[in-house]
């Protein structure tokens, strides 16, 4: 028996790369059941920039294409111009194998700035839209990435980023040579920069200085690491040494020799979020609120204002301690500043404030009335209407804020009125994750529960909506997809929780069907019918014969700062108690087989699978995927460990350790009696892949019915971003190994 699921296995392997190394016929791709490689079919929209007057419209395309290599894939994403008239065909402005991103308009709409990678680093180009080649506008050791034109359309503003050893001798960002202003934290040398211009030459057996000048050539030649930094780890490696963003401005130009830019930041701090003021002569951007502090332990930033002159003058704009700003957003009209505010540290999402602007200087700073996680601020003109009482009573058009926030399991877009109340335009059914506003035109990207990708536009009240282009409409067309219902339990807290129920895709009356309680991390995600990420996943394993239940339990984001709070040191049992009541309520359907219940999820959901399979034997099989298992020795193996302290409190802190301890579900891994597959990228360093290896190897001694898979070189994502054949595998996997407790789909009564 063990046999045969192996070579069953192999055979799903072989056969779905080889169906997805090849294009699909006809037949294939309008098969009405959607493929693990379907996958490779899905293109996803990202950025999107309206013109000035509004008539067309930039955005970025990400498909998956293969590469030379056998069953391998590439991401690539190209920029496009369409016309905001529904009909008409979108335009490629940029092709080939090298990605074109970040797309922005001249203010006069004649040209079109990108960056395109170079030799492996991002640099500026610029195209104009009357005919010619693109331009090459920057040519930096370091890339230039994030371009926004100036007011005046003169100038262009972008950023780089610069390491700790390259930012010493560099004469633009650092032309006096100086070392920072915070201590590197190496103890017995206080003080001490090593100096990459001296030319002493490295010697074990000579002077300290020489020793020092050995071991620095050990390091640049990858033989030691060196750490002294608090938040050593990235996403896939250590980075003992530290990387600073700046930001320069360089002359709009689209022919002739290539302009020099100006650094406008220098020294041994970071820009982020930079935007230029309407009055061209100053950049807003997010620092450290404290440029004596080492960056790793700041967690304060400020919103300042930099000269765009580059004669280096940065003033506070808003700075309070305690407190971290981000996404300064000024009106059109310079009068206005938007921007998120709130407490650097706790279980928090930042208000939305909006403040008056004079030159540089705030006032009257006002918290929204809105309890959601607001993002992508844009002002833009409401028209004044043109039908209706309000034209009757002269109303007139107005300059606001629009955004978006995830809410309620969707992704709406909302506005302030004049009144500055919040107002939802699109439904919680839709992912409205990327929008535009300019000119009386709205143009969007859309997440639906009939096609992962769509690009629409609207009216700025959102009414009329009308499809501008559906690149997956081909490869769609005539599959069988499920649709998830809604339900609303209330748990013991007396929250409202918001949870889904999907049938098989061939569902089939009188018949009976595994189901799969399907959970997400965070935990402070939220997932909905909009949900971007899951849809294709969900999509496959309603196609393969399984129903899927999914909730928002307590903890989630989307429904506000009480909600989200509300597993605060109780990551275990009350979330628990939301995903079970939804999986309790969606096992009394007909049509589930209650002797096939499954359970998964990655992240902090691969925390709960664990935790779940320890605390309820109900579920046939389980998959837990890059997750936490013990949350003191994730302290010291990811790099997301804030939520150690923000969520439970530090170890020796009094009583903290007690908590974590009975939070963890390893200290319950002797109960786990459910047959468990653990998942963990290899160089996955946001929750550590020890964790994956405690769990395994404990559940091995235990003699439990326990499978590892780990995967090489794969970071924490694979269900989002990834290697591609990394993705279907885990897909596949997820199901084969379901297959072995649970086949047979659809059994008849």
């Not at 230029?276 to 300042?304: C, K, M, S």
């Not at 765009?308 to 309070?320: H, L, N, Y």
């Not at 506003?437 to 690009?455: E, F």
Request: charged content about 20%; overall charge neutral; aromatic content about 10%.
């Amino acid at each position: 028996m063990q046999h045969r699921y192996v070579l069953t296995y192999v055979f799903l392997v072989w056969a779905a790369l080889a169906t997805a190394q090849t294009p699909p016929t006809s037949s294939t791709a309008r098969s009405g059941k959607i493929l693990v490689t379907d996958l490779t079919r899905i293109k996803q929209l990202g950025e999107i920039r309206l013109s000035p007057n509004g008539t067309q419209a930039l955005y970025t395309l990400t498909s998956i294409e293969a590469a030379d290599q056998p069953f391998e894939f590439d991401y690539r994403t190209h920029v496009y111009l369409t016309s905001t008239t529904p009909g008409s065909a979108p335009k490629a402005l940029t092709r080939g194998t090298e990605s074109a991103r970040q797309p922005v308009w001249s203010p006069d709409g004649q040209s079109v700035v990108f960056s395109r990678t170079v030799k492996g680093k991002p640099q500026l180009f610029v195209m104009p839209l009357g005919g010619g080649e693109a331009y090459q506008l920057t040519s930096l050791p370091y890339g230039a990435s994030n371009p926004q034109v100036s007011p005046d359309g003169k100038r262009i503003l972008f950023s780089s980023t610069a390491s700790f050893t390259e930012l010493q001798t560099d004469t633009l960002l650092n032309p006096t040579r100086q070392a920072p202003k915070w201590s590197l934290e190496k103890p017995g040398l206080a003080g001490y920069v090593p100096n990459p211009k001296e030319t002493v030459k490295p010697n074990p057996d000579g002077s300290l200085t020489e020793v020092w000048a050995y071991l620095a050539k050990d390091v640049d030649d990858k033989k030691a690491k060196v750490i002294n930094r608090l938040n050593f780890q990235g996403e896939s490696t250590t980075e003992p040494m530290m990387s600073f963003q700046h930001l320069y401005v360089v002359d709009f130009r689209t022919d002739g020799p290539m302009p020099t830019p100006k650094a406008i930041t220098r020294g041994f701090a970071s820009y982020q979020a930079a935007v230029w003021h309407p009055n061209g002569q100053v950049i807003l951007a997010v620092t450290d609120r404290d440029p004596a502090q080492h960056p790793d332990r700041e967690v304060d930033n400020a919103i300042v204002a930099i000269a765009a002159d580059g004669s280096g003058t940065v003033t506070p704009v808003v700075s309070e301690a305690g407190k971290s700003f981000a996404n300064p957003t000024p009106s059109p009209d310079g009068k206005r500043l938007a921007y998120l505010g709130g407490n650097s540290r706790g279980v928090d999402f930042a208000p939305l404030m909006v403040a008056d602007l004079t030159g540089t200087t705030i006032s009257n700073a006002k918290e929204i009335v809105f309890d959601r996680a607001a993002g992508n601020l844009r002002w833009a003109n409401v028209p004044a209407p043109t039908t209706g009482k309000r034209k009757s009573a002269g109303a007139a058009g107005y300059t606001t804020l629009y955004f978006t926030a995830p809410s309620d399991g969707g992704f709406p877009i909302y506005r302030l009125n004049q009144q500055g109340v919040t107002e939802r335009l699109s439904p919680f059914e839709l992912g409205l994750t990327s929008f535009d506003v300019a000119n009386g035109r709205m143009v969007y990207s859309q997440t639906s529960i009939d096609d992962p990708a769509a690009l629409y536009t609207a009216t700025p009240d959102f009414t009329t909506p009308a499809l501008l282009n559906a690149p997956n409409a081909d490869w769609l067309a005539g599959k069988t997809l499920s649709r998830p219902e809604k339900h609303v339990y209330t748990n013991s807290k007396g929250q409202a929780v918001d949870y889904w129920i999907m049938k098989p895709a061939n569902y089939v009356a009188g018949r009976t069907y595994p189901l799969i309680l399907n959970m997400h991390g965070g935990p402070t995600a939220m997932w909905g019918p909009g949900e971007q990420s899951m849809w294709h996943e969900f999509q496959y394993l309603c196609a393969q014969g399984y129903g899927i239940v999914y909730a928002n339990p307590r903890g989630s984001g989307g429904y506000g700062q009480a909600f989200q709070r509300a597993n605060y040191r109780d990551w275990g049992t009350g979330p628990t108690e939301d995903v079970l009541a939804a999986a309790t309520a969606a096992a009394r359907e007909a049509w589930v087989d209650t002797s096939r219940q499954v359970i998964t999820g990655g992240s902090y959901a691969g925390y709960l699978t664990a935790w779940i399979v320890a605390h309820d034997n109900r579920f046939k099989a389980a998959f837990a995927q890059r997750g936490v298992y013990d949350l003191t020795t994730f302290m010291g193996e990811g790099n997301a460990w804030a939520l150690v302290p923000n969520y439970f409190g530090l170890p020796w802190e009094p009583g903290a350790q007690a908590v974590l301890d009975a939070n963890s579900p390893y200290s319950f891994v002797q109960n786990i009696k459910t047959p468990l597959l653990i998942k963990h990228g290899e160089n996955d360093l946001r929750t550590g892949v020890i964790q994956s290896e405690m769990l395994y190897k404990s559940l091995k001694i235990l003699n439990r019915p326990v499978e590892y898979v780990r995967m090489p070189g794969a970071t924490h994502e694979l269900s989002r971003t990834g290697n591609v054949r990394q993705r279907i595998d885990r897909l596949l996997r997820i199901y084969e190994f379901f297959e072995r407790f649970v086949g047979d789909t659809g059994k008849a009564k």
